[in-house]
């Protein structure tokens, strides 16, 4: 089994002030002996770690904890999208076989980010290099990440943390809207992640989350799903071990080889590693 998505860090209150008071448990290191444990004693085989500062100091952190830790099966780091010379700097980072993909915290950009006509560009030429890219968004900015996808047919998109419901607000219509539509790209992955952050913290029910799951499940289908944990984040509303848990028990119905497809053998293919 394979989470594909954690983060690692060492707390910096400046370039990590998206860590608000809100979230003081996070506001301390987050590293990978923390997190082999964790693994271990979930049954997980690996991990795929994903940037959580927009720097390329941030990518080769990311990269340097791969070599040194094995279960860290891959790499998805950031680069400057909009950067004239993108390719000199992808050919850099072509040396280092332990990144997978690329992201851009697009959730906080503005909601047509994805969609201009540069940021394309970008993604395409990271693309075409033969990397994936994952698509951070919150569901407001779904129209402008189906107009990415469709400019890019090719390309291998994973959607995180499928593009966050507001599930705090049982908001769930449009939302749906735009997860169907999104879908029909056959080259759109999708991370069964991040959900619980998007619930009432530490307040949720398994329940708030079913219709949310059945929306994913019919559009994405068994073969482009992939667990993930968002650890450390995750801890800010419930524990590893329930997000696991709880996705097990929705599935426990499904053929055994659909569900280990959703743990791990649809990462394996998606992000081009081995467990």
Not at 207 to 230: I, K
């Amino acid at each position: 089994m394979l989470d594909t998505h954690v983060h690692f860090w060492k707390y910096d209150k400046v370039r990590d002030a998206w860590i608000t008071d809100d979230m003081k448990l996070l506001q301390q290191d987050y590293l990978p002996q923390q997190l082999q444990s964790v693994l271990n004693n979930n049954g997980l085989n690996g991990c795929i770690a994903v940037q959580a500062d927009q720097s390329e100091v941030e990518t080769h952190f990311l990269v340097e904890l791969a070599r040194k830790y094995p279960f860290i099966k891959g790499v998805v780091g950031w680069i400057d999208l909009l950067n004239p010379d993108l390719d000199q700097r992808l050919n850099h980072f072509l040396e280092f076989p332990e990144i997978k993909g690329w992201r851009h915290v697009a959730q906080g950009e503005a909601d047509d980010f994805l969609s201009r006509k540069e940021v394309i560009n970008g993604i395409r030429t990271v693309t075409d290099a033969g990397y994936s890219y994952d698509i951070l968004i919150y569901a407001r900015q779904l129209p402008a990440a189906i107009q990415l996808v469709n400019a890019l047919p090719e390309a291998n998109f994973i959607l995180d943390h499928c593009a966050k419901p507001d599930i705090r607000n049982k908001e769930i219509k449009g939302w749906a809207k735009g997860i169907r539509e999104i879908a029909q790209h056959p080259g759109v992955s999708c991370k069964l992640s991040g959900l619980f952050t998007e619930a009432h913290w530490k307040q949720w029910s398994p329940a708030d989350f079913y219709p949310y799951l059945d929306v994913v499940f019919e559009s994405f289908g068994t073969n482009r799903l992939m667990f993930g944990s968002d650890w450390p984040v995750i801890l800010v509303s419930g524990m590893y071990v329930q997000w696991k848990s709880l996705l097990l028990k929705y599935m426990e119905n499904m053929e055994e080889e659909m569900i280990e497809a959703i743990m791990g053998g649809n990462a394996q293919r998606i992000y081009r590693t081995e467990i």
